[in-house]
């Protein structure tokens, strides 16, 4: 090989070179498509909206009930899991406090206790009081809650995205 | 030589002729003849036999897997109806869920013995450091497996787990809620969340799986299967690929059959005990349906991630956050450290007690802590029962007790007799521990990991429960 001129050599070299950058090229050209197709989740946020959960009247005072909703941006084929639950409290006349159903510990549904006036969690044993404070177990924070609006006498909840936190 | 009619002679003759010309296009005997007589060394019994069986149960995850993506949906809205399908109408729907399930479990199993093996018998060390990392990446890729399988069963156990895991994800620091909507493929639960696993579970692993198998029989092949350690015969990179090719040369027996009869014999087991197992234990019931507004859910992983269920109860909430992100990590690190922190030197397991207790101390903590994950005391028992009177005695104030102590949900975490959950201490025997002004105290204001009754509870209900509490006595 080392008698072959230094013409020669260089020419391999660039075909070699050229070879492999046309080859990074064509990957490129089909990796943009495939990775950003995958990663679009990541940046394509969907919008906060308000969705109905029933008229006032449906709403004891001091009384929590679950309440079930459309998530924001359910997909034709999505089925039962275009829902979302929370935990919805009427306070008083006009306003309403909702706590998501979900613990802050790993986003397990917690149930609410109506006697015992607690959220509990069945996956590791977070417990919230009735305020949606920690009171036992491994949970970081209280309760995520959503915001609540009344509209013509309809409770109308605000969609948040997963996690909580 | 007895008489044979000559056609038969003829086709004989030309089967062979057939044969020899197909080998001569084709290259099979030179390497496929090669591969399979291929010498190893002597004394490789039945703890050799683990390697091959994960393979054999891994080919049976592909045939079954196969079959059943043929009815399954990956549609969230219609997978769990396909899937009761499965289960209940396709003629052996039933039982092919099932060898699927315990062909997992089959193989979370042997890729686990095997990991053990290689490593008390350090068949990690020189030549075969890379042997080892493509192993420990198909250990992890075959977690993962398990994994992403219990959340194609789309049922309410499912879509927790998914939950479950986007908010483990979002521990990580910085991008953490990135991977969560990366893992959910958007906002919550949707659409858009099972397709993803279901490609992934059935193109992106096992592609992976394929290829890191076919290196892994390859780097087996090219180093040759380690002989058996011997103490008092280190390994010495200099030396040691001569004397392996020294060894092999006077003792060596060809792969096939002589070893590879106990890979036949044992990998045939598995097959024929995870059919079995498919058939008289069956695939694992279906759930309720995947509907994220009932609440009502118990969501648990399946035997193998069992243990980390139990970690994440356990650990104290003050370091979780670093234990979930880093544990995984550092033990994955570990693993593929273990090559390179000594890739010479004694082999056998006699000459290593560390290694002995690396994987004692391993196999005890998944043990204990499968255990605790099975029990999940930490877990309140939403289904106790009332106390029965028998049990709350006679007296009004203390049966009125028994009653709250059910109502108000003291019976959820701690059992009496039997009945309640051990999320807190059995108070079977209050009376005899804790004073009426104890049990006051302790009611009113809560304690480590007990919420505070204060709020709702009656003066005259306090009187009550504690009467109820005071008549637990041995």
Redesign the interface.
């Known amino acids: 090989m080392s008698a072959e001129p230094r013409t020669t050599q260089s020419r391999r070299r660039w075909l070699a070179m050229m070879s492999a950058g046309l080859s990074g090229l064509a990957a490129l050209a089909v990796a943009t498509p495939v990775v950003g197709f995958i990663?679009s989740?990541?940046w394509?946020?969907?919008p906060r909206i308000w969705r109905d959960v029933g008229p006032v009247s449906d709403f004891a005072i001091g009384s929590t009930v679950?309440v079930?909703f459309a998530?924001?941006?359910?997909?034709?084929?999505?089925?039962?899991?275009?829902?979302?639950?929370a935990w919805l409290r009427r306070m008083d006349a006009t306003n309403f406090v909702a706590f998501a159903?979900?613990c802050t510990?790993?986003?397990?549904?917690?149930?609410w206790?109506p006697?015992?006036?607690?959220f509990?969690?069945?996956?590791?044993?977070g417990?919230y009081?009735?305020a949606g404070r920690v009171?036992?177990?491994?949970?970081?924070r209280p309760l995520a809650r959503y915001d609540v609006r009344v509209r013509e006498g309809r409770v109308e909840i605000r969609?948040m995205?997963?996690?909580t936190? | 030589m007895p008489y044979r009619p000559r056609w038969a002679v003829r086709v004989a003759r030309g089967t062979r002729r057939l044969f020899r010309a197909a080998d001569d296009r084709l290259g099979l005997s030179p390497v496929v003849g090669r591969l399979l007589k291929h010498p190893v060394p002597p004394g490789a019994g039945w703890l050799y036999v683990f390697g091959s069986a994960t393979l054999i149960a891994f080919m049976i995850q592909v045939v079954t897997g196969i079959a059943l993506a043929m009815a399954y949906v990956p549609s969230s809205g219609q997978a769990y109806d396909s899937l009761r399908f499965i289960s209940r109408d396709a003629p052996f729907g039933h039982v092919l869920r099932g060898i699927h399930f315990f062909g997992a479990s089959a193989m979370v199993l042997l890729v686990g013995l095997h990991t053990i093996r290689v490593y008390l018998m350090a068949a990690y060390k020189y030549p075969r450091e890379m042997n080892w990392l493509t192993g420990a990446v198909l250990l992890a890729l075959t977690l993962l497996m398990g994994f992403t399988g219990q959340l194609l069963r789309w049922d309410q156990n499912a879509v927790w787990s998914v939950i479950v895991g986007a908010e483990q994800a979002s521990r990580v620091p910085a991008f953490g809620h990135l991977l969560a909507r990366f893992i959910l493929a958007g906002d919550a639960v949707g659409g858009a969340t099972l397709s993803r696993f279901f490609a992934v579970h059935v193109f992106f692993i096992p592609a992976v799986i394929f290829l890191f198998i076919g290196a892994h029989v390859y780097l087996v092949v090219r180093h040759g299967i380690s002989e058996p350690p011997k103490s008092g015969r280190p390994v010495d990179p200099p030396t040691y690929r001569r004397w392996y090719d020294d060894m092999l040369a006077r003792e060596g027996h060809p792969f096939w059959p002589d070893a590879a009869w106990r890979d036949v014999v044992f990998g045939v087991g598995v097959v024929f005990v995870i059919i079995a197992l498919a058939q008289i234990v069956g695939a694992p019931e279906l759930g309720k349906p995947p509907d994220p507004t009932n609440l009502v859910a118990y969501p648990r992983p399946d035997w193998y991630l069992l243990w980390y269920f139990a970690v994440l109860a356990l650990i104290p909430p003050s370091i979780e956050s670093w234990v979930i992100v880093l544990a995984p990590l550092l033990f994955g690190l570990a693993l593929l450290l273990v090559p390179f922190v000594s890739n010479r030197g004694e082999r056998s397991p006699k000459r290593r007690p560390w290694a002995i207790a690396v994987v004692i101390t391993a196999v005890m903590m998944i043990g204990v802590l499968w255990a605790a994950g099975a029990r999940a005391a930490w877990s309140p028992d939403f289904n106790a029962p009332r106390l029965p009177d028998t049990l709350a005695g006679a007296s009004p104030a203390v049966r009125t007790g028994a009653t709250l102590f059910h109502d108000r949900g003291c019976e959820n975490c701690h059992s009496i007799s039997g009945i309640g959950g051990h999320r807190g201490p059995d108070l079977t025997t209050a009376g005899d521990r804790l004073t009426t002004a104890e049990m006051v105290i302790r009611i009113m204001n809560g304690g480590r990991n007990m919420p505070p009754f204060a709020a709702n509870l009656r003066p005259d209900e306090v009187d009550a429960l504690v009467a109820f509490l005071r008549s637990r006595r041995r």
């Open positions: 990663l989740p990541l394509k946020r969907a679950e079930a998530d924001s941006s359910p997909l034709p084929w999505a089925g039962v899991t275009a829902r979302t639950a159903a979900n510990h790993l986003g397990c549904p917690v149930r206790l006697d015992a006036k607690l509990m969690c069945p996956c590791h044993g417990v009081d009735s009171t036992a177990g491994p949970p970081p969609t995205p997963l996690p936190a």
